[in-house]
């Protein structure tokens, strides 16, 4: 089993940048693929980004291509996602996930078993 705690979210302005972080506790995390996701008000939550075990293959959704990076320390039991050139249609609630099969990255919400409370990331114009 792991817990994940999302931080790093904010109010900032189009253009600008955050750094989110997800924190799992359990001793197995580095055996887990992490993804990220977003849900904006009214609509259905959306595949970010994804990373596999080791960090060898990372996946993105077309929207974020270029934009945002994730990464992964499985000595700290974290991942990350740096969020660049932020735009208004980035508001989201962000999630990150863990999914138990660590060799591949699912981007579908139900190819993840583990997820956080989220974190609010709003983008003004």
């Known amino acids: 089993q792991v817990q994940l705690v999302e931080s790093g979210g904010g109010l900032v302005q189009a253009g600008g940048s955050l750094k989110l972080s997800c924190a799992a506790s359990?001793?197995?995390?580095?055996?887990?693929?992490m993804g990220w996701f977003r849900q904006a008000p009214g609509k259905e939550r959306e595949f970010v980004a994804g990373i596999t075990w080791s960090g060898g293959s990372r996946d993105y959704a077309d929207s974020v291509k270029g934009r945002f990076t994730i990464s992964r320390d499985n000595a700290k039991n974290t991942v990350f996602l740096r969020v660049n050139s932020l735009k208004p249609e980035d508001t989201a609630v962000y999630y990150c996930?863990?999914?138990?099969?660590?060799?591949?990255?699912?981007?579908?919400?139900?190819?993840?078993?583990?997820w956080g409370q989220g974190t609010q990331v709003t983008v003004s114009s």
């Open positions: 359990g001793r197995t995390f580095s055996s887990y693929a």
């Open positions: 996930a863990a999914r138990l099969w660590g060799a591949e990255v699912a981007t579908t919400a139900e190819g993840y078993g583990y």
